[in-house]
T-cell receptor, first 112, second 111 residues
Framework: QKEVEQNSGPLSVPEGAIASLNCTYS??????FFWYRQYSGKSPELIMF????GDKEDGRFTAQLNKASQYVSLLIRDSQPSDSATYLC????????????FGTGTRLQVTL | DVKVTQSSRYLVKRTGEKVFLECVQD?????MFWYRQDPGLGLRLIYF???????EKGDIPEGYSVSREKKERFSLILESASTNQTSMYLC??????????FGSGTQLSVL
C-alpha cells in the first residue's frame, strides 16, 4: 500500500464548476497534510495545509480532512482555466517532522 | 523574495560520470531536501538535511550522497551516474516544515 495515494486523472471539469481532488494516506499517526499545485514545467507551490478534522477555507479553495477515514480532499470552487495543473497531496511523517511524503498527483483540466 | 537556486536547468552526463547538483537558498532555512520526480511515480525524497553537516536518508538514497558544509548550500552527488538516474531533480528548503520552497529543478539525462 502506498503511503499517499491519489488518482492520477486527468480530472476534467468545465469552467465555473467545482473540482474535487482526493487523497488517502496509510499512516494513521499522520497529523499534517498539504496540497501543492504544480504547473507543467514548473516547481510545486503550496496552496493549503490542514491539521484538524473538518474544513479549512482559503478563497476558492477548501481543504477537508477526515482522520478516521484517512482521507484528505481539496475542493476548488468556480474553477478557472488557470487552475489547470497537477495537484500534489503531501503528508508529514509523524516520526520525522520535516519529512513530507507526496502522492503522485492528480492532473486537473478546466475546460472552457 | 525567497529564493532556492539550482545550478543547472538541464544537464547531460554519461554513464559512470560523477555528477554534482548544487542548491543554494537565501532564506536561512535549517531544512533542505532533494527530491526526484518521475512520471507516474511523483516526488520521491532522496536525502534531507536539518542542519549543517547533518543528513538523513530519504526513501530512495541508493546511488546518491549529499553534502552540506554551509547552511545555505545542499549538494546532491551521483557517485557513478546510471541511466535509471535520468530524472527531474528538485531541491527544496523550509524553516518550519509548514511550507517547502522549491527550486526550479534540474532535468538530468544520463546517456
Amino acid at each position: 500500500q502506498k503511503e499517499v495515494e491519489q488518482n492520477s486523472g486527468p480530472l476534467s471539469v468545465p469552467e465555473g464548476a467545482i473540482a474535487s481532488l482526493n487523497c488517502t494516506y496509510s499512516d494513521r499517526g499522520s497529523q499534517s497534510f498539504f496540497w501543492y499545485r504544480q504547473y507543467s514545467g514548473k516547481s510545486p507551490e503550496l496552496i493549503m495545509f490542514i491539521y484538524s478534522n473538518g474544513d479549512k477555507e482559503d478563497g476558492r479553495f477548501t481543504a477537508q480532512l477526515n482522520k478516521a477515514s484517512q482521507y484528505v480532499s481539496l475542493l476548488i470552487r468556480d474553477s478557472q482555466p488557470s487552475d489547470s495543473a497537477t495537484y500534489l497531496c503531501a503528508v508529514r511523517n509523524p516520526r520525522a517532522a520535516s519529512k513530507l511524503t507526496f502522492g503522485t498527483g492528480t492532473r486537473l483540466q478546466v475546460t472552457l | 523574495d525567497v529564493k532556492v537556486t539550482q545550478s543547472s536547468r538541464y544537464l547531460v552526463k554519461r554513464t559512470g560520470e560523477k555528477v554534482f547538483l548544487e542548491c543554494v537558498q537565501d532564506m536561512d532555512h535549517e531544512n533542505m531536501f532533494w527530491y526526484r520526480q518521475d512520471p507516474g511515480l511523483g516526488l520521491r525524497l532522496i536525502y534531507f538535511s536539518y542542519d549543517v553537516k547533518m543528513k538523513e536518508k530519504g526513501d530512495i538514497p541508493e546511488g546518491y550522497s549529499v553534502s552540506r558544509e554551509k547552511k545555505e548550500r545542499f549538494s546532491l552527488i551521483l557517485e557513478s551516474a546510471s541511466t535509471n538516474q535520468t530524472s527531474m531533480y528538485l531541491c527544496a528548503s523550509t524553516g518550519t516544515a509548514e511550507k517547502l520552497f522549491f527550486g526550479s529543478g534540474t532535468q538530468l539525462s544520463v546517456l
